[in-house]
């Protein structure tokens, strides 16, 4: 079947715009994380999404950062007035099923961005 | 707060020898331990999971791990090493105690197996 899905896989962007990153998650999966992940890092993680509703984003770095799963599939992660250093490959994650935290998580190929 | 260590940034080993990729963690309560693999130009692939019961979990593509309480860890084994297992491999951890559904991953161990 289908997996993780994101798109755009590259994003240039000039400092200052503002992008938004796509995630279809597995179908009928429950559960949506957002992580961002810099070269030679591991992923970090950024928010999560419990059906539509946000459950924790306690890792989005500030206000420009925000992220919706409006109708419990697809998510979007929108950063605003890009800055260089949001550089970074952007990843999505989800789970079959919901606030288990024993659940592995399935990840997309990510979104590579990079603000000039 | 949550913490995972891996201590080595690269391990190499001749295939057919043995492979243990260290994984040391810092939790509240008990730990939700993982591992995961990333191949080039890939999203991360799920390895195997320790969540509670015997120590010695056995998961994808002839790896094990080893969870130690005492000694905080969770090392990732094959008794015998591919070419093909030459990857990125992150461990990661949840603790049960703590707020929010935050999983924290370490910075990643690049194993190169030689033929």
């Known amino acids: 079947g289908a997996g993780v899905s994101q798109s755009p896989r590259y994003k240039v962007t000039k400092r200052g715009q503002d992008v938004a990153l796509r995630c279809d998650p597995i179908?009928?999966?429950?559960?949506l994380y957002w992580y961002r992940q810099a070269l030679g890092q591991g992923p970090e993680f950024l928010t999560y999404?419990?059906?539509?509703?946000?459950?924790?984003k306690s890792g989005l770095p500030n206000d420009r950062f925000s992220a919706e799963r409006p109708e419990g599939s697809i998510s979007t992660l929108t950063i605003q007035r890009t800055e260089q250093r949001d550089s970074a490959m952007y990843r999505c994650?989800?789970?079959?099923?919901?606030?288990?935290?024993?659940?592995?998580?399935?990840f997309g190929p990510g979104t590579r961005l990079t603000v000039l | 707060a949550q913490s995972v260590a891996q201590p080595e940034d690269q391990v190499n080993v001749a295939e057919g020898n043995p492979l243990t990729v260290k994984c040391t963690y810092s939790?509240?309560?008990?730990?939700?331990l993982f591992w995961y693999v990333q191949y080039p130009n890939r999203g991360l692939q799920f390895l195997l999971k320790?969540?509670?019961?015997?120590?010695l979990v056995k998961g994808s593509y002839g790896f094990e791990a080893e969870f130690n309480k005492s000694q905080t860890s969770f090392h990732l084994k094959k008794p015998s090493a591919l070419v093909s297992d030459s990857a990125l491999y992150f461990c990661?951890?949840?603790?049960?105690?703590?707020?929010?559904?935050?999983?924290?991953f370490g910075a990643g161990t690049r194993l190169f197996v030689k033929a």
């Open positions: 994650a989800s789970s079959p099923r919901g606030t288990g935290t024993w659940n592995e998580q399935f």
């Open positions: 179908s009928g999966h429950v559960s």
């Open positions: 999404f419990n059906y539509e509703a946000q459950q924790d």
């Open positions: 939790v509240s309560g008990n730990p939700y």
């Open positions: 320790y969540i509670t019961g015997d120590n």
């Open positions: 990661a951890v949840r603790g049960t105690y703590t707020g929010g559904f935050k999983t924290i």
